[in-house]
């Protein structure tokens, strides 16, 4: 079955920058909207961003995160990035990637993301 590969996570300092990429095993024909989730110790999972059209659509962020993230996919359909910039403690999680096709949908493994200095 499909299977989404994240990366591009690790440790910044508050200010930095990272740019997360989630692959999917083989290319998805009619996405519908692709995601960025993330979860924090303690806390519940929050939508952190999401793209439709398989990635040239419509964007929306979570409050926290506007003018600092940007998501975007590739012209495949194969791959989600969010590129985020004048990183937070606050941002601080694990991110999952999602991508919502009209058959099924699917998950990434996760990547730690830790600002901290």
């Known amino acids: 079955q499909v299977q989404l590969v994240e990366s591009g996570g690790g440790l910044v300092q508050p200010g930095g920058s990272l740019r997360l990429s989630c692959t999917a095993s083989?290319?998805?024909?009619?996405?519908?909207?692709m995601s960025w989730y993330r979860r924090a110790p303690g806390k519940h999972r929050v939508l952190v961003a999401v793209v439709t059209s398989g990635g040239s659509g419509t964007t929306t962020y979570e409050d926290s995160v506007k003018g600092r993230f940007t998501i975007s996919g590739d012209n495949a359909q194969k791959t989600v990035y969010l590129q985020m910039n004048r990183l937070k403690p606050e941002d601080t999680g694990v991110y999952y990637c999602h991508m919502r096709t009209d058959d099924d949908d699917y998950w990434g493994q996760g990547t730690q993301v830790t600002v901290s200095s």
């Open positions: 083989e290319s998805l024909n009619d996405i519908y909207a």
